[in-house]
């Protein structure tokens, strides 16, 4: 039983270059949690996305940033024009319907230079 | 808002000895859940125990165990006989119940050194 897969895991890009994560959760989760980790620092929460909704997106920047969940396929986080404060992991978890036992990914760690 | 703090960036222990890290948050929510994350340096995840705020009863998974105190708003984690492979970033987190969201809290995390 594959846990939950993210790539790519490492990801360079150059400031203005756009940065594709992907995540797909473990069979059967389909709910999809993003969380951002700068150096130093814990987790903070992005998004919370369900199959083709978003439900909560209170921690993403307002600019930039993006998420999806599509009926098929993994779940995308978008960042447009990047910047160097970018640069950090992101998380994937995902979890059953209404449990609160979220299952993380291995993580993408973006470089932006 | 909730807050989780963890007060102790580093630690280490002895191979075998045992340790506590702590954890304090800050919510005004009656219902919700505590846990203890692990990341390794392969920076994976891992959940390590949790703890349901409605259960008096302290949680317990093999060599790790918890000491909840609600009213102080506290939530330690105690590693028993540690090992090697214990060594890593320990971060607590807050999640509310219901609300329609599962969104974590996490603290800023301990690291934990286990010394041969």
């Known amino acids: 039983n594959a846990g939950v897969m993210q790539n790519p895991r490492h990801l360079v890009r150059r400031r203005g270059q756009e940065a594709r994560l992907r995540c797909s959760p473990m069979?059967?989760?389909?709910?999809v949690y993003w969380y951002r980790q700068l150096p130093e620092e814990g987790l903070k929460f992005m998004v919370y996305?369900?199959?083709?909704?978003?439900?909560?997106e209170s921690g993403m920047p307002k600019e930039r940033f993006s998420a999806e969940f599509p009926k098929e396929g993994p779940s995308i986080l978008r960042i447009q024009q990047v910047v160097r404060g970018d640069s950090a992991a992101y998380f994937c978890?995902?979890?059953?319907?209404?449990?609160?036992?979220?299952?993380f990914g291995p993580g993408t760690r973006l470089t932006v230079t | 808002a909730q807050t989780v703090t963890q007060s102790q960036p580093e630690m280490s222990v002895q191979e075998a000895e045992t340790v506590t890290l702590s954890c304090t948050y800050d919510?005004?929510?009656?219902?919700?859940?505590l846990f203890w994350y692990k990341q390794p340096p392969s920076r994976q995840m891992i959940l390590v125990i949790r703890?349901?705020?409605?259960?008096?009863q302290n949680a317990t998974e093999n060599r790790f165990s918890v000491n909840f105190q609600k009213a102080a708003k506290s939530f330690s984690l105690k590693i028993s006989d540690s090992q090697l492979g214990d060594t890593a970033m320990y971060f607590c987190?807050?999640?509310?119940?219901?609300?329609?969201?599962?969104?974590?809290?996490f603290g800023k995390g301990t690291k934990l050194s286990v010394i041969p």
């Open positions: 703890q349901e705020a409605y259960k008096q």
């Open positions: 987190a807050f999640m509310k119940h219901g609300a329609g969201s599962y969104q974590l809290t």
């Open positions: 919510t005004s929510e009656n219902n919700y859940y």
């Open positions: 069979k059967g989760h389909s709910h």
């Open positions: 978890a995902s979890s059953l319907d209404y449990s609160y036992e979220q299952y």
């Open positions: 996305l369900q199959k083709e909704n978003i439900i909560d």
